[in-house]
């Protein structure tokens, strides 16, 4: 695996500036224009463009960061799917939360038969090498399919609202769709969906107590922690 730092070779701000503007985006419901205000207040002046260039590049690499240092998910996972309209067709949101409120996996697909149940299904397995011990579904047929055909030692769950839990978790979605005025295309979705899904897990209250060490160390070792928030970024940058 590839632990090469990230790189801001021949970007005109310092990586603090990059990585608050990132975190901003993705912690907030706030548009790339909406950040420029806060730099500004700190003599920092830069483009909503270039805030969205930030976001498409780093986004993702601070993900990943985040999943390699998280500490495990529980063994309990409620999987739910929800319509999401992008370019005026429908699709289907596939997100799968533990017993904690943590977000394990998020996938954005057309359909919500047996063949994306199963493709999700397989998705969470290859990305978490553990089997849950429980799954808890909604009375949707193809998860039923899906369960029985690749994990059928693990205890399906179906009662009626034993589901609210992932059902749940689909509200902060609906609050940044609302905020960016819809998803543009399923890739920009898919994209923006699992980073904030990483920054989420970070800042997830039922489990803060886990997290205190690696917020300490948030993105490139702590500079946008809350403790050390104090950085110098007050005038402007050459």
Not at 89 to 97: G, N, S
Not at 114 to 138: C, G, M, S, W, Y
Not at 188 to 217: D, G, K, M
Request: glycine share 4%.
């Amino acid at each position: 695996m590839n632990n090469s730092p990230i790189q801001y070779k021949r970007y005109r701000f310092p990586p603090e500036i990059i990585q608050y503007a990132v975190w901003l985006n993705h912690r907030f419901n706030l548009s790339h224009r909406d950040i420029e205000d806060p730099l500004a207040e700190r003599g920092i002046t830069v483009s909503y463009e270039s805030i969205r260039l930030w976001c498409n590049k780093f986004g993702p690499k601070y993900a990943k960061r985040l999943k390699k240092r998280h500490q495990g998910f529980g063994d309990t996972f409620f999987i739910d799917e929800v319509f999401v309209k992008i370019s005026g067709k429908q699709q289907y949101l596939w997100r799968a939360v533990d017993q904690d409120g943590e977000v394990v996996d998020v996938f954005l697909q057309a359909r919500r038969d047996d063949a994306a149940a199963k493709r999700f299904f397989k998705r969470l397995l290859k990305n978490h090498q553990d089997e849950p011990r429980k799954i808890v579904t909604d009375k949707l047929r193809s998860c039923g399919v899906a369960h029985r055909e690749l994990i059928p030692e693990v205890i399906h769950d179906t009662a009626q609202y034993a589901n609210n839990r992932a059902e749940l978790s689909h509200q902060p979605t609906r609050v940044r769709e609302r905020g960016m005025r819809c998803f543009k295309s399923a890739r920009q979705a898919q994209r923006f969906l699992s980073v904030h899904a990483a920054v989420y897990n970070l800042f997830n209250i039922f489990v803060v107590t886990w997290y205190q060490p690696r917020i300490i160390e948030y993105f490139e070792g702590g500079p946008l922690c809350p403790r050390n928030m104090q950085w110098q970024c007050r005038k402007q940058v050459a």
